[in-house]
């Protein structure tokens, strides 16, 4: 425990340097603003401001990027309140309860419920990952290439598992991520792959044009371009202060959503979304009231808003410790960190200790800063939802290009990054996600490096994944949750064939 307590020292002597404090802000400033905007969500503002950190240090980067992260968290439970307008996906169920509540005239204290409760889950969380992330990494430290292999592929099929979308099409987009992630100089052979002879691509394809064409781009030409027509409740300071019946309401739903979050944000997959469904599920399975849920409950705040944000931080443990991304965010922030040098996995505790540590200390300053934007500025965040889209998009299509173009002043980087913002519209109209192609763009080369030194250990026998112990345990778990999910599709297609035959006989089941 000492040992980690003078680490976590270390860590605030960087996170409290001034310039460290002034990206940690500006993340923070810039997510919740992120999360305020109906369809920008934290993917897009940290795909837009990736090529933004290229001349910072490693620290710095991911000290930004991920305060968008867990900023927009907070953000979007703002036009939840205020709009009945969800600016971020796991802020839909607090439109049920937030929006009512203001009705009633307390959106003063919906917001603060809100934003006390994300500050409190988030803390929880935060101290969960420094106490969690050394022990697992230490622990992962014993691992060889077939583990790595084996995790890896655990973590694809887990995603696609918990993924909305068909576990197929997931698995399509993945691979797709994973071929494209072969472009350039094969690492052990030296060999040119897939390049066409364009020079440019000897290094492969960037993972920062892909993301900003797919989630910026595409983002914002799958959303239409016009003001959303709505009342905007402004609440004074005077109402932001709720009773102490609310607080008591709020007390065991935060404690409660917080756990649940962290939990479930260690699980691969839209952790922060999930979370806050099945907090809202679980406030209103065990509140004496249930009636009351969607026409003003503090509950059907304080738990969704506690548990997204809980879920937003326990997604960084398995990304720091094992260099596993458990959602496209997180693929993204360890994107961030190998273009700066630095290998997010085991290694990085003992490595990189001043990166690790001082990036877990900003999250606790970080929530400080949030909590102290979140209800003092409410009313600036909301003249932003004002502006109207027609003048907003293209200014941030412009930054898009030359953020791209800035990283390695390529023009075929700008090229990939339309591409990818048109090939980012298409999937979305297809009903296809395309999170998971940059997941698998981001671990291509360490599942293809792993897998091939796996291949060399054993001289080419296949075998060696089934000999080791651990990478067997994962490699059948991963083949479990395939047949599950197989089984399941095959229960849907019936029960939906039987259905349609009793349609079509009047009423009556036709056996299949």
Same mark, same amino acid.
């Given at each position: 425990?000492g040992?980690?307590i003078?680490s976590?020292m ?5 996170a409290l ?5 002034l990206?940690?802000?500006?993340g923070c ?9 109906p369809g920008v969500g934290?993917?897009?503002g940290i795909?837009i401001?990736?090529p ?6 490693a ?24 709009m009945?307008?969800p ?11 937030g ?17 006390v ?12 990952l420094t ?5 697992l990494?230490?622990?992962a430290l ?14 694809l099929?887990?995603?696609?598992y ?11 987009? @993945?691979c797709?991520?994973l #071929?494209?992630?072969? =472009? /350039? %100089?094969?690492?052990? !052979?030296?060999q040119?792959r897939?390049s *066409?002879d ?6 492969g ?8 064409g797919l989630?910026?781009?595409?983002e914002i030409?799958?959303?239409p371009s ?8 402004q609440?004074?300071?005077?109402e932001?202060m ?8 709020a007390?065991m739903?935060? @404690?409660?959503?917080?756990? #649940?979050?962290?939990? =479930? /944000? %260690?699980?691969?997959g !839209? ?5 806050? *469904?099945?907090?809202?599920?679980i406030?209103r399975?065990l ?13 059907g ?11 937003s ?10 260099g596993?991304p458990?959602?496209?965010v ?5 994107? @961030? ?12 505790v003992?490595?990189h200790?001043?990166v690790?540590?001082g990036?877990?200390?900003s999250?606790?300053?970080g ?9 003092p500025?409410?009313g ?9 889209y027609s003048?907003?998009y293209p ?16 023009i075929i ?7 990818m913002?048109?090939v980012?519209?298409?999937l ?22 792993s897998l091939r030194q796996s ?7 296949y075998?060696i ?5 651990f990478?067997a345990v994962l ?5 479990l949750m395939?047949?599950?999910s ?7 297609r019936?029960d939906w064939?039987?259905k349609?035959?009793e349609?079509?006989?009047g009423g009556?089941?036709?056996?299949l």
């Amino acid at each position: 425990m000492g040992t980690t307590i003078d680490s976590l020292m270390l860590g605030f002597s960087v996170a409290l340097q001034p310039d460290v404090l002034l990206y940690a802000f500006l993340g923070c400033l810039v997510g919740t603003l992120v999360g305020v905007l109906p369809g920008v969500g934290p993917l897009a503002g940290i795909s837009i401001l990736l090529p933004v950190t290229f001349g910072l240090d490693a620290t710095k980067a991911i000290v930004m990027l991920s305060g968008i992260y867990y900023g927009s968290q907070y953000g979007g439970s703002t036009t939840s309140i205020l709009m009945r307008i969800p600016g971020e996906a796991s802020s839909v169920m607090t439109c049920l309860d937030g929006y009512a509540m203001a009705q009633k005239g307390r959106a003063g204290a919906a917001l603060a419920i809100a934003a006390v409760g994300s500050f409190i889950a988030g803390t929880f969380g935060i101290i969960m990952l420094t106490i969690l992330a050394p022990p697992l990494a230490a622990f992962a430290l014993r691992f060889g290439p077939p583990e790595f292999t084996a995790l890896l592929v655990l973590g694809l099929v887990f995603l696609a598992y918990m993924s909305s979308t068909s576990l197929v099409r997931t698995l399509l987009m @993945a691979c797709l991520g994973l #071929l494209i992630g072969c =472009v /350039g %100089i094969d690492v052990m !052979s030296g060999q040119f792959r897939y390049s *066409f002879d364009i020079k440019e691509l000897a290094d492969g394809i960037g993972i920062v044009p892909v993301a900003v064409g797919l989630f910026g781009l595409g983002e914002i030409l799958a959303t239409p371009s016009k003001n959303v027509q709505a009342e905007v409740m402004q609440p004074k300071m005077s109402e932001l202060m709720p009773t102490r019946e609310e607080w008591g309401q709020a007390a065991m739903p935060i @404690a409660r959503g917080s756990v #649940l979050g962290f939990l =479930v /944000g %260690i699980v691969p997959g !839209s952790a922060h979304i999930i979370s806050s *469904f099945m907090s809202y599920a679980i406030e209103r399975k065990l509140s004496k009231n249930p009636e009351e849920f969607g026409k003003g409950a503090v509950a059907g705040v304080a738990g969704p808003e506690a548990a997204n944000n809980a879920a937003s931080t326990g997604a960084f443990v398995p990304m720091l410790s094992l260099g596993l991304p458990t959602g496209p965010v997180t693929a993204v922030l360890m994107a @961030a960190l190998l273009i700066h040098g630095v290998s997010p996995g085991p290694q990085l505790v003992t490595e990189h200790p001043k990166v690790f540590w001082g990036f877990v200390a900003s999250m606790y300053v970080g929530n400080v800063m949030l909590l102290l934007l979140n209800l003092p500025l409410v009313g600036l965040f909301v003249s932003v939802l004002r502006i109207r889209y027609s003048y907003l998009y293209p200014v941030i299509i412009m930054f898009c290009i030359i953020g791209v173009y800035e990283v390695n002043h390529s023009i075929i980087d700008v090229w990939i990054m339309l591409i990818m913002g048109v090939v980012g519209y298409i999937l979305r109209k297809l009903n296809f996600d395309p999170a998971p192609l940059v997941l698998g763009l981001v671990i291509a080369p360490i599942f293809e490096l792993s897998l091939r030194q796996s291949l060399v250990m054993s001289g080419g026998d296949y075998m060696i994944f089934l000999t080791r112990p651990f990478a067997a345990v994962l490699f059948v778990i991963a083949a479990l949750m395939l047949v599950m999910s197989v089984l399941s599709a095959i229960k849907q297609r019936k029960d939906w064939r039987a259905k349609l035959a009793e349609a079509e006989t009047g009423g009556e089941p036709v056996k299949l």
